[in-house]
T-cell receptor, first 117, second 110 residues
Framework: DAGVTQSPTHLIKTRGQQVTLRCSPI?????VSWYQQVLGQGPQFIFQ???????GRGNFPDRFSARQFPNYSSELNVNALLLGDSALYLC????????????????FGSGTRLTVV | AQSVTQLGSHVSVSEGALVLLRCNYS??????LFWYVQYPNQGLQLLLK??????LVKGINGFEAEFKKSETSFHLTKPSAHMSDAAEYFC????????FGTGTSLTVIP
């Protein structure tokens, strides 16, 4: 079975540009969460979506947005890129809708490495 | 509020030696605790989890962790380090979301 897939794996953008990152959850998983991992830090929660609805949002500016599609795949959009947005963006999927998924944790993808120059 | 603190951003052990990675948590409710491992250029892989059952939790690859409420700790151990254990390790606690520590980089010396 395919795990969580993310695309692209790497990309380089210029300050001020916009970027879209994509994620396909594990088959049967209806919840997708996005995390930002800056080099040398732990992942920070950005969004969670379940059944196409936003269920939670972390402490990120409005330049960050996301959506979930009927097939449960998801996109993360970041507008007006800043140098500080350079990070590994991780997508995680889970069966249940609870934000923390306390019982099972998440299955993470390999991430998209975004470099803003 | 929930948070975790990982003591030691870098740990080096010799191959075959004991691995001990430290994690202390803060939680206003009974915590659910996780350890994840991240290999270079990869995502996070779940090692083990504590969900209020047994306090000694066994995970994959020979790792285990013990929940100690009195010490608010959830340290990760492995009796004998292997070269393939070299990676970044993250402790996490759940509240209304996952809260990750800053990570501990494990180096295994041959």
């Amino acid at each position: 079975d395919a795990g969580v897939t993310q695309s692209p794996t790497h990309l380089i953008k210029t300050r001020g540009q916009q970027v879209t990152l994509r994620c396909s959850p594990i088959s049967g998983h209806k919840s997708v969460s996005w995390y930002q991992q800056v080099l040398g830090q732990g992942p920070q929660f950005i969004f969670q979506y379940y059944e196409k609805e936003e269920r939670g949002r972390g402490n990120f500016p409005d330049r960050f947005s996301a959506r979930q599609f009927p097939n449960y795949s998801s996109e993360l959009n970041v507008n007006a890129l800043l140098l500080g947005d350079s990070a590994l963006y991780l997508c995680a999927s889970s069966l249940v809708s609870t934000l923390a998924n306390r019982y099972d944790g998440y299955t993470f993808g390999s991430g998209t490495r975004l470099t803003v120059v | 509020a929930q948070s975790v603190t990982q003591l030691g951003s870098h740990v080096s052990v010799s191959e075959g030696a004991l691995v001990l990675l430290r994690c202390n948590y803060s939680s206003s409710v009974p915590p659910y605790l996780f350890w994840y491992v991240q290999y270079p250029n990869q995502g996070l892989q779940l090692l083990l989890k504590y969900t209020s059952a047994a306090t000694l939790v066994k995970g994959i690859n020979g790792f285990e962790a013990e929940f100690k409420k009195s010490e608010t700790s959830f340290h990760l151990t492995k009796p004998s380090a292997h070269m393939s254990d070299a990676a970044e390790y993250f402790c996490a606690v759940t509240g209304n979301q996952f809260y990750f520590g800053t990570g501990t980089s494990l180096t295994v010396i041959p």
